[in-house]
């Protein structure tokens, strides 16, 4: 079946410091790949996404490119503010019988401290 | 303003006594779906929905019910709560196809004792 790995965590980092956090996948054919954010006591939030190989996602100084020979989605930003703190997951979706289902990582927790 | 709506937020409830968790969005979006969220192991898909009456299992539907009659609205029920059924429970919404943005209420915890 589908699934999703993130790096373990939780991650903590003093602000202005380079982040990245790990993104592999299995999945039949060819998903579309997405890093969701929760922010305490919300709901997710989609950050970005990307839909076909070698595509890279951005949004808000985040990035992550689409790599199908490794399966792999990570996610960077060069550098982080405390605002950044929150809960943030992998997930794909892809075709077949599991039509429209995210299938998530299981979220790594990111703590920027000032 | 765009929005998915779950209510209530916090529930706490005994074993066995039935509950439903309601969801309500407002961008006319066709594919609703309902997660639990728990420690270490991200989100499950409890059950989906692609269009008014039309609607199937996810990855863990055991213990739950839900109904799709009218587009907006795709309540979630407990028919005998226990206590494994205790999470963190979203609804989400979006257009098909479905490799766009899924948007997601707020979260509703569950405690069943």
């Known amino acids: 079946g589908n699934s999703v790995t993130q790096m373990e965590g939780p991650v903590t980092l003093s602000e202005e410091a380079f982040l990245t956090i790990n993104c592999t996948y299995t999945a039949t054919g060819y998903p579309s790949l997405f890093w969701y954010v929760q922010y305490p006591g919300e709901g997710l939030q989609l950050l970005l996404k990307?839909?076909?190989?070698?595509d890279k996602g951005s949004n808000k100084g985040f990035e992550a490119t689409y790599r199908k020979e490794t399966t792999s989605f990570h996610l960077e930003k060069g550098s982080v503010q405390v605002s950044d703190s929150a809960v943030y997951f992998c997930a794909l979706i892809a075709g077949g019988t599991s039509y429209g289902k995210l299938t998530f990582g299981q979220g790594t927790i990111l703590t920027v401290h000032p | 303003e765009a929005q998915v709506t779950q209510n209530p937020r916090y529930l706490i409830t005994v074993t066995g006594k039935k509950l439903t968790v309601t969801c309500s969005q407002n961008?006319?979006?066709?594919?609703m779906s309902w997660y639990r969220q728990d420690p270490g192991l991200g989100l499950r898909q409890i059950y989906y929905?692609?269009?008014?009456?039309?609607?199937d299992k996810g990855d863990v539907p055991e213990g739950y019910k839900v109904s799709r009659k009218e587009k907006r609205n795709f309540p979630l029920i407990l028919e005998s709560p226990s206590p494994n059924q205790t999470s963190l429970y979203f609804c989400a919404s979006s257009l098909l196809p479905v490799n766009t943005e899924a948007f997601f209420g707020q979260g509703t915890r569950l405690t069943v004792v």
């Open positions: 929905s692609m269009n008014v009456e039309v609607t």
């Open positions: 961008m006319n979006h066709e594919y």
């Open positions: 990307a839909t076909k190989a070698d």
